[in-house]
């Protein structure tokens, strides 16, 4: 029993890793102020850098759930105040933000568990970090490999992969935009989620290394002796 708790607390981390590693980027500002610097954005779109990150801060406010639409959001763009997001736009980024209330569900309900089944760990008086930095460690490698997997078939071809997501999770046409009409594409084109997906590729297997190589060295502090968790 106390194993099969141990593996559950190590799916729970995985997680609780993956999700939070797709959510920071999406609302870490700093990062898409480089990329909208290095992608040259603001130029493209014909709008003030200050009114751009003003739109992309009221977009990630609708993406956190405070605010209701985003029908309501104008800029001046090309000289003329306009509705920044287009009805098509509206309809995608409903679904986008339908994905993002799963992932923190996953993430909400996957850190609670977690704690739920140390404290219960702790209560049946397990060894609970031995049993937690064995379990933890053996799915954390297994996770990266498959990553490392993943990660090798999106590079690959990146725009073939990105097209695979979207048939996969939207069910409708929503998300293909056309960059001569649609702002949203030109502030988020593929270049943008390459770089995206490779800050999020980085905190996964950063956090998971940094719990892998933490997991070990316990391990190895523990005698051997003393390390009987039948």
């Not at 290095?38 to 739109?55: G, K, N, P, S, Y």
């Not at 990660?151 to 990146?158: E, G, K, Q």
Request: proline share 3%; hydrophobic share 55%.
């Amino acid at each position: 029993m106390r194993w099969v708790t141990g593996y559950l607390f190590a799916v729970c981390l995985v997680l609780v890793i993956l999700s939070q590693s797709i959510i920071f980027p999406t609302f870490f500002m700093p990062f898409f102020s480089w990329q909208y610097d290095r992608l040259d954005v603001a130029a493209t779109i014909q709008i003030e850098e200050e009114e751009l990150m003003r739109v992309t801060g009221e977009l990630l406010d609708y993406m956190r759930g405070n605010r209701p639409s985003l029908e309501d959001i104008y800029a001046e763009v090309a000289g003329a105040e306009r509705r920044f997001f287009s009805d098509i736009e509206i309809r995608h980024m409903i679904d986008v933000l339908d994905l993002y209330n799963i992932a923190f569900t996953i993430r909400n309900v996957a850190f609670f568990l977690g704690i739920g089944l140390v404290l219960t760990m702790i209560l049946l008086k397990y060894k609970t970090l031995a049993i937690l930095a064995r379990c933890s460690r053996e799915i954390l490698i297994g996770f990266l490999a498959l990553t490392v997997v993943l990660v090798a078939l999106i590079a690959i071809n990146f725009n073939h992969a990105f097209n695979i997501f979207h048939e996969i999770f939207f069910n409708n046409n929503y998300w293909i935009l056309d960059p001569r009409v649609d702002l949203l594409i030109n502030m988020v084109p593929l270049s943008f989620f390459i770089h995206i997906s490779i800050f999020i590729g980085l905190l996964l297997f950063i956090s998971s290394g940094l719990i892998i190589t933490a997991s070990t060295l316990y391990l190895r502090s523990i005698p051997k002796t003393g390390f009987d968790m039948s």
